[in-house]
């Protein structure tokens, strides 16, 4: 059985998993899982993953995973992507918890609201304009030091990038932006559109 | 210098770094720090997590570290909370990150808006009831099979374990009731009230 990958193209957190397979040229298969066409509420698809959430793999063995996170730390353990130091990768675990708690729910959330579902902005809870600001501008500050690229860069830049499609102007945070470029240049992206 | 850990006594996202870390029999010392009378928006504060969320730790060594799931996944690397099998201790991040995106915002905030601001019932986010169910409802048939103890329980249990104090009626799930009493008594907590 080959490497099966359920994700949504659309979905930074889906591309989290596809940058890390591609860039550790290990084989896989894409199913395309879209998330509002119901095809996460299917019986087969929930098989996969009772939290009927995507991304969720399945392995060579028939095993599954979910949680972008958790799949991006199974297969990048014991590569560069992951600090060989304890403290280090626990920073490391540090970021993606907070990228998942405090910057995907309102930067991802108000991206999805706005670019896909073409909510008005006046529609929208005001908290995620404000929380997804507060986020980066914490990452402003945040940034430094990061020479290295690690699963937290993979984690942050996923919605960062297109966090100008939910209405944020990465123009106010430039040392974010410049670190964005960056990760796109190390991962070989196009810049997002 | 000892390691000091700053958590309000009343978070279960607090209380997971003090069970791993007595579990461990770690020394450390205790820095009740609340989240509600601004003493984690001091400059002292945000000097150890910029992020300005407890808990955080700082090392014996001066360096810091926050989000509760890093904070006990580094003190329990290599212990028998982490599970040695690759697989194994992916799905046990896959629990912790499910756990701080779709269990802790609906049962934690829920909990602590009721029982420790005293909103009415009427006043809160419906989301928040909704979602938590679906919460309890997905590990009521998601926790089989659980025989040996992780972080992934001490996640989960934290808020788990006083979901009544968000309203929530364990009752009505009497496998993840079971389990609650299983990791408390594992774990040496008295049942919360």
Chains 1, 2 share one sequence.
């Not at 979910?66 to 626990?90: K, M």
């Not at 999805?112 to 914490?138: I, N, S, T, V």
């Not at 690229?149 to 966090?163: E, F, H, M, P």
């Amino acid at each position: 059985m080959v490497l099966s990958v359920y994700g949504d193209s659309v979905s930074g957190n889906c591309l989290k998993v596809k940058w890390v397979l591609d860039r550790l040229k290990i084989d896989y298969r894409w199913v395309e899982t879209s998330v509002v066409d119901g095809r996460t509420r299917t019986p087969e698809f929930l098989g996969i993953n009772p939290a009927g959430q995507v991304p969720a793999v399945r392995l060579e063995d028939g095993r599954s995973l979910a949680q972008s996170n958790a799949i991006i730390g199974y297969f990048a353990e014991g590569t560069d992507l992951v600090p060989d130091d304890r403290y280090e990768r626990a920073r490391m675990y540090e970021w993606m918890f907070w990228e998942q708690y405090s910057h995907e729910p309102y930067i991802a959330v108000r991206r999805f609201q706005m670019f896909y579902l073409g909510r008005p902005d006046a529609e929208l809870d005001p908290k995620l304009f404000e929380r997804g600001a507060a986020a980066l501008g914490r990452m402003e500050f945040g940034l430094e030091g990061r020479d290295r690229l690690s699963l937290a860069d993979v984690a942050l830049v996923a919605y960062t990038r297109v966090a100008h499609q939910g209405g944020f102007d990465l123009g106010l945070y430039p040392r974010v932006k410049a670190w964005v470029a960056r990760v796109e240049g190390e991962l070989g992206l196009p810049p997002a559109a």
